[in-house]
């Protein structure tokens, strides 16, 4: 929801700083395969409930994430770097509640609920992504994408806010992950009304299927 708006302040010190690690030889997929293992950690060390330590790894993370985009735009863009950029998002996403889940019994149930509302974001995000790319639809709302970014509700900004918030108050892990869960849920309903309106013409070229 806020991920657009927080672009103009965000995207200039990174892609600052992306030119730098690109001048020194340092490629895009390495910086997402340094957050992906960053992402791992985070959900390891948060299963031991060393919260202090995972919201350093989750805040290292997230700004990973940000810097491979700012290499890559240094550098090239490439449907492999997108492919990956997005596998650590998820891979990300759910390293965080999987180790709030292990970390106390109590936490299982809404840690699989998130879990589980994730796919369903994931789901509708990149099903609105590939019809989008074959219909040629563009935009840079979220800055220069490998794929088509369709805003919704529970934006890449809400989830850092919510799991910062978990390790913050882990004993409140529950409420705030039910909350986010129908957040996301929502999303999902939002994003289906927008492919409605978007693709429920035929397409010109190929008809209905």
Same mark, same amino acid.
């Given at each position: 929801m806020f991920d657009a708006r927080l672009r103009p302040l965000? =995207?200039?010190?990174?892609? /600052?700083?992306?030119?730098?690690?690109?001048?020194?030889?340092?490629?895009?997929?390495?910086v997402t395969l340094?957050?992906?293992?960053?992402?791992?950690? /985070?959900?390891?060390?948060?299963?031991?409930?060393?919260?202090e330590i995972g919201l350093a790894l989750i805040v290292a993370n997230r700004l990973? =994430?940000?810097?491979?985009?700012?290499?890559?735009?240094?550098?090239?863009?490439?449907?492999?770097?997108?492919?990956?950029?997005?596998?650590?998002?998820?891979?990300?996403?759910?390293?965080?509640p999987v180790g709030f889940g292990?970390?106390?019994?109590?936490?299982?149930?809404?840690?699989?609920?998130?879990?589980a509302s994730f796919a369903l974001t994931?789901?509708?995000?990149l099903a609105f992504a590939a019809i989008a790319g074959k219909r040629g639809l563009e935009?840079?709302?979220?800055?220069?994408?490998?794929?088509?970014?369709?805003?919704?509700?529970?934006?890449?900004?809400?989830?850092?806010?919510?799991?910062?918030?978990?390790?913050l108050m882990p004993q409140h892990f529950g409420t705030i992950a039910l909350i986010f869960a129908a957040l996301c849920v929502l999303t999902v309903i939002q994003r289906s009304l927008v492919a409605?309106?978007?693709f429920a013409a035929a397409c010109p070229e190929e008809g209905d299927e």
């Open positions: 965000i =995207d200039p010190p990174l892609n /600052a700083a992306g030119r730098w690690l690109a001048r020194i030889g340092v490629g895009a997929n390495a340094a957050g992906i293992a960053l992402g791992l950690a /985070a959900g390891a060390t948060i299963a031991q409930s060393c919260f990973l =994430d940000g810097l491979d985009g700012a290499v890559a735009r240094a550098t090239s863009l490439t449907d492999f770097g997108g492919f990956l950029d997005i596998v650590g998002d998820f891979v990300f996403y759910i390293a965080v292990l970390a106390s019994p109590q936490n299982l149930l809404p840690a699989l609920l998130l879990v994931g789901a509708s995000f935009t840079a709302a979220h800055g220069r994408k490998s794929l088509f970014y369709n805003t919704g509700l529970a934006e890449g900004a809400e989830t850092i806010a919510a799991f910062i918030a978990m390790v409605f309106h978007a």
